[in-house]
């Protein structure tokens, strides 16, 4: 299929290009197309594509005035160009097009239509009444370079397992180093998924990678350990998110799926006189999932321990919210290290204040040791010497 502007245009924005790139790159297999309202009934009711595990069906239903009057007027085999950020993004060849409820659409993806859920308010107001299905090729497609990096890195190092962590790191702290550290203990090959939300309340994606390649090359044998982007759209964000994880993590050649105990999707249930979760209900996915144990530091163990094996009680324990921290980093405060590597904080900081000081140099020289020669430093610096600072006991 090739685009022409004499066909009729439908719009889309990034997050759902985003997913419909990874149908393309084969990442959502067994799942490579749009798929038709028989099709999708079948899903709803079996919860199986292809006697493999797949939570809802794989539906485009853009909202839009536009849209909602290009789509129904649109006749099987017809060609259909999609628009992306407008510029030209994909060609689709039209098999049907069907109505749907988008309120039924977000319970499928969520398990509720309830407004007040944040991912259901933000992804309402991007599902329209119309879908179309049918196979669909995008533009000026490249290769797609991350499978690649993960089959050298496995031949590298003639790696026979991988292991896979969907993190977000928002921001990197001392759990998410336990957690990483126990994945890569028992697996040849560790690939990092690195989510990138599409909204604002996170730290840069750009930021926390180079937190991340900070800990990695510092701490790590860094070349078992591989970064790779994950654009972090909705179909991740609803209860069967673990379910997806688990089929891109397959698709991109890993067979180990490590998540946390405290992970949004995990939800234990009780049957059959025995506790059980999500992962029970997987089916056809080749790929091992494990529940990592949720890690807390203890004021009494002094250390960081897993609460399975801490025998002291919640009001000993400090647990890792990434949000807590994330925001005292945001007002501008320096997390104790216990919470997070001092590296790691300053490094942030230095990212979220630039330039914060109207003279570093005077500040650094008042108030730290000094060699008594002249030297360039930078905000980062700054902040790893107050935290020495933090830490002094002598006077405490």
Not at 195 to 222: G, M, Q, S, T, W
Not at 303 to 328: E, F, M, R, W
Request: charged share 25%.
């Amino acid at each position: 299929m090739t685009s022409s502007r004499k066909n009729k245009t439908i719009y889309i924005d990034k997050e759902a290009a985003s997913v419909l790139e990874l149908v393309s790159e084969g990442l959502l297999a067994p799942v490579t197309k749009l798929m038709n309202e028989q099709e999708s009934k079948e899903v709803l009711q079996t919860g199986l594509v292809n006697g493999q595990s797949f939570p809802f069906p794989f539906i485009l239903a853009p909202s839009g005035k536009k849209n909602e009057k290009i789509i129904p007027t649109l006749e099987p085999d017809e060609e259909v160009t999609i628009i992306c950020n407008g510029k030209e993004f994909a060609v689709l060849r039209v098999e049907e097009t069907f109505q749907i409820d988008p309120k039924e659409r977000v319970k499928h993806i969520y398990g509720t239509d309830d407004l007040t859920h944040p991912g259901v308010m933000a992804t309402i107001k991007r599902i329209g009444t119309w879908a179309l299905s049918g196979n669909y090729t995008i533009i000026n497609k490249t290769k797609h370079k991350n499978k690649i990096k993960i089959q050298k890195a496995k031949e590298l190092i003639g790696a026979k397992h991988t292991s896979s962590l969907m993190m977000g790191v928002n921001p990197l702290h001392r759990a998410h180093e336990r957690l990483i550290r126990q994945t890569l203990e028992n697996t040849d090959l560790l690939v990092i998924f690195l989510l990138k939300p599409y909204d604002n309340a996170n730290l840069k994606y750009e930021v926390r990678k180079e937190a991340l390649e900070y800990f990695i090359n510092n701490f790590l044998p860094k070349n078992r350990v591989i970064i790779i982007p994950l654009e972090n759209s909705y179909i991740f964000a609803g209860y069967n998110e673990i379910i997806v994880d688990a089929i891109v993590a397959k698709n991109y050649g890993c067979d180990r799926l490590t998540i946390g105990r405290n992970h949004a999707g995990l939800g234990m249930f009780y049957d059959c006189n025995s506790n059980k979760s999500i992962i029970d209900k997987v089916t056809g996915i080749d790929i091992e999932i494990t529940v990592a144990s949720e890690y807390v530091y203890c004021d009494e163990c002094k250390t960081l321990v897993s609460k399975n094996t801490c025998p002291h009680g919640q009001h000993h324990q400090i647990s890792y919210h990434a949000d807590s921290i994330l925001a005292l980093l945001e007002a501008g405060l320096l997390p104790p290290a216990v919470l997070i590597r001092k590296e790691i904080s300053s490094f942030l900081l230095s990212k979220l204040f630039p330039n914060r000081f109207k003279n570093l140099e005077k500040l650094y020289y008042d108030t730290f040791p000094v060699k008594g020669l002249l030297e360039e430093h930078t905000e980062k610096d700054f902040y790893l010497e107050l935290m020495k600072l933090y830490q002094t006991t002598s006077l405490t």
